[in-house]
């Protein structure tokens, strides 16, 4: 006599249970993976790159002017508004408050330097630059922000990373405990 296995089959709504339940519990358990920031013990890569300067931008109908700070050197970049072409041979002077009085002196076309020991420190540097180039004289203003660099804060495990990992740990054994009660009454519905 020949035993046919019988292969449970399963109605279509119990399959779709079955899909909802899972979904649920891989999402429930992907959210208290999802975070980062934290050091879990190997060696971190370094991290490569150059920090960009300080900067400042003024801009008028004849000139466009961006300041750079590196240290105490504040390095000018003057070119024509209309062209873009580099401002050749002008007078620059620098003034910010009362802290900073000067004349820059051209480096290269285009490319000014005035020693600003008095803008290093962290703040708001309110700068105006008085452009006397061949026939054409203006005015231009900005504001150099120098901010302080923020220190890393190290990673603090918070109740809302523990709840989540309670409420997705309490989720699974609730659906683990469902498809173990759904198995024992089919199994009893459908003995072998």
């Given at each position: 006599?020949i035993?046919?296995f ?16 899972s979904?649920?519990?891989a999402s429930a ?5 999802a975070?980062?920031?934290e ?5 971190a890569p370094q ?9 400042a ?11 750079q700070l590196?240290?105490t ?5 003057l070119?024509?508004f ?15 408050g009362s802290?900073l ?11 000014y330097?005035v ?29 150099l922000?120098i ?7 190290a ?9 989540t990992?309670t409420?997705?740990a ?10 173990a ?12």
């Amino acid at each position: 006599m020949i035993h046919a296995f019988r292969h449970p089959i399963f109605p279509a709504r119990e399959i779709v249970k079955r899909v909802v339940l899972s979904a649920l519990l891989a999402s429930a358990s992907w959210a208290a993976w999802a975070h980062g920031g934290e050091d879990h013990g190997g060696d971190a890569p370094q991290v490569t790159g150059t920090s960009m300067a300080p900067r400042a931008y003024a801009q008028t109908e004849d000139f466009e002017l961006v300041a750079q700070l590196h240290g105490t050197t504040l390095t000018l970049h003057l070119d024509r508004f209309a062209t873009n072409t580099p401002v050749v041979d002008a007078q620059i002077e620098v003034e910010s408050g009362s802290v900073l009085k000067a004349v820059a002196q051209q480096l290269a076309p285009g490319v000014y330097t005035v020693k600003a020991d008095a803008l290093a420190v962290p703040g708001a540097h309110p700068l105006s630059f008085s452009v006397q180039a061949g026939d054409t004289a203006d005015l231009l203003a900005a504001t150099l922000d120098i901010t302080v660099p923020v220190e890393k804060v190290a990673h603090v495990h918070g109740w809302s990373e523990w709840a989540t990992w309670t409420l997705s740990a309490v989720v699974l054994i609730a659906g683990l405990g469902l498809v173990a009660v759904r198995r024992r009454q089919w199994a009893r519905k459908h003995p072998r």
